[in-house]
C-alpha cells in the first residue's frame, strides 16, 4: 500500500465515523429501503478507496461520499424502470435546499426533521428483539464494527453480525416506513432509542478501540439526538435525566486526557477544567426530570451518581456513601455484571478496598476479556498493596480489547509499579 493509498484510507475512515449515520438515514429516506441505502453509502465507500489516492481527497468528502450513493442509486431505479418514480424527490430537495423561504404557516410542530432520529427509530422498531435493536442501530448510528458491538453488548462477533443481517431483514419484510412514529406508538420505542443514544455516547466519551481515548463529536451527536427527542416527548423524565447524565459526563472532557493525549483518572483531573455550563445544564435537565417524575428511573439514577461527582469540589470530597446507595438502588432495579463492577469502585472508596476486590472477583468468569474489570483488580491490588499483582493484572488489562491511549496509559502504570 501506497502513501497516498493509506491516507485516502484514513480519510476514508474518518468520514465514515463522522457522517455514517447522517449518509445512510438520508439514502434510505429517499430510497425507502434502509438495506439497500447502507449497500449504497458502502459502495459509495469503496469508489472512495479507489479514486481519492490519485484524485486528492475531496473538500467536502461527505457531500461526495453522498452524491456518489445518489448516483448510484439513480442507476439502480434506472436498472429497475422506476426513476421516473423517484427522480423527482432528488429535484424537490435541491431546490428546497437553494432557497430560503421561512417555515410555511400550516408547519407541523410535532413533525421532526431529522434523518438521524428517524434512523434511529427505524432501527429500534419494535418488530425486532431488544438486542437486535442495539446492534443494528450502533452499526449504523455509531458506525462501530462489529467487534466493538459485540464488546458494548458483551456478546460474539457471529451472533452480532447474524443479529444484524437478520434484522434489516425483516426490517425490509415488515416495510417500515422511514419516519418518526406519532405519539402513540413513540412509547413502545423509547427504552430502545434511549439506551442507543446513551450506547452512542459512551462511545465517545471512551472509545471501543482506536488511538484516542475521546470521540467528542460522537458524544456530541448523542446529546443533539437527546435534545431532538426531549423536543418531542418533554413530559418524559427519563430523556431529560439521559440529557443530565450526558452533560454531566462530557463537563469532564478537556480534563479527562493529557498533554500526551493518555487518559487522566477522576482523582487525578484537574476539575477547574472541568466545564461548569455543562453541569450547570445538567442540573436544569435533572430539574426537568424531577418536574415530570413519579419517581427516579434507570437514567435518573445514574445522572444522580454523575450529579454527585459533579458537585464534589475534589476527589476527596466525593460522596461516596450515597454513590453506593444508589448503585444499590441501580442494581435492584436493572441488574447487570457491569453495574456490579460500577458498584464495586464505589464500595471500595466508601470501605476500603478488600470487600471490592471480593466482588470483583466474583464477576471475573461473566466478564472475561472486559478491560474495565482487569484495570478495577488491578487498581485494588495496588491499593492493598499487592504491587507486582497489580502491576500484572494492568499489563492484563492492556493486553484486552479497547482504545490505545487507555492501553499505553495501563502499561505505564505497571511500570510505575515495577519500579518501586
Same mark, same amino acid.
Given at each position: 500500500?501506497?502513501?497516498?493509498?493509506?491516507?485516502?484510507?484514513?480519510?476514508?475512515?474518518?468520514?465514515?465515523?463522522?457522517?455514517?449515520?447522517?449518509?445512510?438515514?438520508?439514502?434510505?429516506?429517499?430510497?425507502?429501503?434502509?438495506?439497500?441505502?447502507?449497500?449504497?453509502?458502502?459502495?459509495?465507500? %469503496?469508489?472512495?478507496?479507489?479514486?481519492?489516492?490519485?484524485?486528492?481527497?475531496?473538500?467536502?468528502?461527505?457531500?461526495?461520499?453522498?452524491?456518489?450513493?445518489?448516483?448510484?442509486? #439513480?442507476?439502480?431505479?434506472?436498472?429497475?424502470?422506476?426513476?421516473?418514480?423517484?427522480?423527482?424527490?432528488?429535484?424537490?430537495?435541491?431546490?428546497?435546499? !437553494?432557497?430560503?423561504?421561512?417555515?410555511? /404557516?400550516?408547519?407541523?410542530?410535532?413533525?421532526?426533521?431529522?434523518?438521524?432520529?428517524?434512523? %434511529?427509530?427505524?432501527?429500534?422498531?419494535?418488530?425486532?428483539?431488544?438486542?437486535?435493536? +442495539?446492534?443494528?442501530?450502533?452499526?449504523?448510528?455509531?458506525?462501530?464494527?462489529?467487534?466493538?458491538?459485540?464488546?458494548?453488548?458483551?456478546?460474539?462477533?457471529?451472533? %452480532?453480525?447474524?443479529?444484524?443481517?437478520?434484522?434489516?431483514?425483516?426490517?425490509?419484510?415488515?416495510?417500515?416506513?422511514?419516519? %418518526?412514529?406519532?405519539?402513540?406508538?413513540?412509547?413502545?420505542?423509547?427504552?430502545?432509542?434511549?439506551?442507543? #443514544?446513551?450506547?452512542?455516547?459512551?462511545?465517545?466519551?471512551?472509545?471501543?478501540?482506536? !488511538?484516542?481515548?475521546?470521540?467528542?463529536?460522537?458524544?456530541?451527536?448523542?446529546?443533539?439526538?437527546?435534545?431532538?427527542?426531549?423536543?418531542?416527548?418533554?413530559?418524559?423524565?427519563? #430523556?431529560?435525566?439521559?440529557?443530565?447524565?450526558?452533560?454531566?459526563?462530557?463537563?469532564?472532557?478537556?480534563?479527562?486526557?493529557?498533554?500526551?493525549?493518555?487518559?487522566?483518572?477522576?482523582?487525578?483531573? /484537574?476539575?477547574?477544567?472541568?466545564?461548569?455550563?455543562?453541569?450547570?445544564?445538567?442540573?436544569?435537565?435533572?430539574?426537568?426530570? /424531577?418536574?415530570?417524575?413519579?419517581?427516579?428511573?434507570?437514567?435518573?439514577?445514574?445522572?444522580?451518581?454523575?450529579?454527585?461527582?459533579?458537585?464534589?469540589?475534589?476527589?476527596?470530597?466525593?460522596?461516596?456513601?450515597? #454513590?453506593?446507595?444508589?448503585?444499590?438502588?441501580?442494581?435492584?432495579?436493572?441488574?447487570?455484571?457491569?453495574?456490579?463492577?460500577?458498584?464495586?469502585?464505589?464500595?471500595?472508596?466508601?470501605?476500603?478496598?478488600?470487600?471490592?476486590?471480593?466482588?470483583?472477583?466474583?464477576?471475573?468468569?461473566?466478564?472475561?476479556?472486559?478491560?474495565?474489570?482487569?484495570?478495577?483488580?488491578?487498581?485494588?491490588?495496588?491499593?492493598?498493596?499487592?504491587? /507486582?499483582?497489580?502491576?500484572?493484572?494492568?499489563?492484563?488489562?492492556?493486553?484486552?480489547?479497547?482504545?490505545?491511549? !487507555?492501553? !499505553?496509559? +495501563?502499561?505505564?502504570?505497571?511500570?510505575?509499579?515495577?519500579?518501586?
Amino acid at each position: 500500500m501506497t502513501s497516498d493509498d493509506a491516507h485516502a484510507r484514513r480519510a476514508v475512515e474518518a468520514v465514515w465515523r463522522e457522517e455514517s449515520a447522517r449518509i445512510v438515514a438520508a439514502l434510505t429516506r429517499h430510497t425507502g429501503d434502509f438495506a439497500w441505502a447502507e449497500d449504497l453509502a458502502q459502495e459509495a465507500l %469503496v469508489e472512495a478507496l479507489a479514486s481519492w489516492p490519485a484524485s486528492g481527497i475531496p473538500d467536502n468528502p461527505g457531500a461526495w461520499l453522498m452524491s456518489v450513493a445518489k448516483r448510484r442509486a #439513480i442507476d439502480g431505479w434506472r436498472r429497475r424502470e422506476r426513476l421516473a418514480q423517484r427522480e423527482p424527490m432528488f429535484v424537490t430537495e435541491a431546490l428546497a435546499a !437553494e432557497t430560503s423561504d421561512p417555515v410555511p /404557516d400550516d408547519a407541523d410542530p410535532d413533525r421532526i426533521d431529522d434523518d438521524v432520529l428517524r434512523l %434511529v427509530f427505524v432501527a429500534c422498531h419494535p418488530v425486532l428483539a431488544p438486542q437486535a435493536r +442495539l446492534a443494528l442501530t450502533l452499526r449504523t448510528v455509531a458506525g462501530l464494527t462489529t467487534e466493538q458491538i459485540a464488546r458494548a453488548l458483551l456478546m460474539t462477533v457471529p451472533t %452480532v453480525q447474524q443479529r444484524i443481517v437478520r434484522a434489516k431483514r425483516q426490517l425490509a419484510a415488515e416495510g417500515v416506513a422511514f419516519e %418518526v412514529p406519532d405519539r402513540a406508538e413513540r412509547p413502545a420505542r423509547l427504552a430502545s432509542v434511549l439506551q442507543v #443514544i446513551y450506547l452512542l455516547f459512551t462511545e465517545g466519551y471512551s472509545a471501543a478501540e482506536g !488511538e484516542g481515548l475521546l470521540r467528542p463529536e460522537v458524544a456530541r451527536e448523542a446529546v443533539r439526538l437527546g435534545r431532538q427527542l426531549v423536543a418531542m416527548m418533554p413530559r418524559e423524565s427519563e #430523556i431529560w435525566s439521559l440529557i443530565a447524565l450526558m452533560e454531566f459526563q462530557s463537563s469532564r472532557f478537556a480534563a479527562r486526557v493529557d498533554a500526551d493525549g493518555l487518559p487522566v483518572t477522576l482523582a487525578d483531573q /484537574d476539575r477547574r477544567r472541568w466545564d461548569h455550563s455543562a453541569i450547570t445544564r445538567g442540573r436544569e435537565a435533572m430539574r426537568r426530570a /424531577d418536574a415530570a417524575s413519579r419517581g427516579i428511573g434507570y437514567y435518573g439514577l445514574q445522572a444522580a451518581i454523575a450529579e454527585c461527582h459533579a458537585m464534589a469540589p475534589d476527589f476527596a470530597s466525593t460522596d461516596w456513601t450515597r #454513590i453506593l446507595r444508589l448503585y444499590d438502588t441501580l442494581e435492584s432495579l436493572a441488574p447487570s455484571a457491569v453495574v456490579r463492577l460500577n458498584r464495586a469502585v464505589a464500595l471500595s472508596m466508601a470501605r476500603g478496598p478488600e470487600p471490592a476486590l471480593a466482588v470483583v472477583d466474583e464477576l471475573t468468569p461473566e466478564l472475561s476479556g472486559f478491560r474495565p474489570l482487569t484495570a478495577v483488580r488491578a487498581e485494588l491490588l495496588e491499593r492493598l498493596g499487592r504491587t /507486582d499483582a497489580a502491576a500484572s493484572e494492568f499489563l492484563a488489562a492492556a493486553e484486552l480489547p479497547g482504545n490505545a491511549a !487507555e492501553a !499505553e496509559a +495501563l502499561r505505564r502504570r505497571a511500570a510505575a509499579l515495577r519500579r518501586l
